[in-house]
């Protein structure tokens, strides 16, 4: 079993729709982080939480410490949207999951 | 510009061969960080550098695979007798808290 899972694997969805891309992880973290990659390979990183939530625009990140699992929310989804959406633990290194692939549709 | 640079972008390289990967973090920033990522695979973490403290090798593969950070800065990946299984993205990060700021990757090819 991996030590970060995320949920779902694939999405598609419509624009407008509101997104959730779910991350549960088994091991001990000081704090978890959301990135994006976009098609063409480049990483940003997004949100770097330990507790409660953040917003950034659009986006929307949440953590429960005691429950283990952080949520991304898009809200407004936009083509542009489309990504890959990798959660990663970190306690003394890095541990990701294997990412989230968002199709937005127009 | 100010964002993480990496060199080459693109290396192809017969199996067997050495390749040296080259990091330029943003200034002033404490910690380093080489990943990696296969086709289709997610990102992998390989080592962690965070200013004077000897670095995290844990998630290194192999012994054929080395890395340095000269003066807290530039960081060079080292691979050694390269394999077809190297051939990956090799990305690189760096940190002054905990945001990380990625690079744009060197696409590594062994053939």
Redesign the interface.
Same mark, same amino acid.
């Given at each position: 079993k991996n030590e970060v899972e995320q949920s779902p694997q694939n999405l598609t969805a419509q624009e407008g729709e509101f997104i959730t891309i779910n991350c549960s992880y088994s091991v001990g973290i000081s704090a978890l982080h959301w990135l994006q990659q976009h098609p063409g390979g480049g990483i940003v990183s997004l949100f770097m939480l330990s507790s409660g939530k953040k917003k950034h625009g659009r986006l929307i990140a949440t953590i429960n410490i005691q429950e283990k699992h952080s949520s991304l929310h898009i809200t407004a989804s936009h083509p542009r949207d489309s990504a890959v959406y990798i959660c990663a633990g970190r306690d003394d290194k890095i541990i990701f999951g294997k990412g989230t692939r968002l199709h937005i549709l127009p | 510009g100010a964002g993480v640079s990496q060199s080459p972008s693109n290396k192809v390289t017969e199996k067997g061969k050495d390749v040296e990967l080259r990091c330029d973090p943003i200034s002033g920033h404490t910690a380093l !960080?080489w990943y990696r990522q296969s086709l289709g695979q &997610? *990102?992998? %973490?390989l080592i !962690?550098f965070q200013g004077n403290s000897a670095p995290?090798k844990? &998630?290194l593969p192999s012994d054929r695979f080395s890395a340095e950070r000269t003066g807290g800065s530039v960081s060079t990946l080292t691979i050694q007798r390269t394999q077809q299984e190297d051939s990956a993205?090799y *990305?690189c990060?760096s940190s002054f808290y905990?945001?990380?700021? %990625?690079g744009? &990757?060197t696409r590594l090819t062994v053939t």
């Open positions: - | !960080y &997610g *990102l992998e %973490f !962690y995290d844990s &998630g993205v *990305l990060a905990h945001e990380q700021y %990625f744009p &990757g």
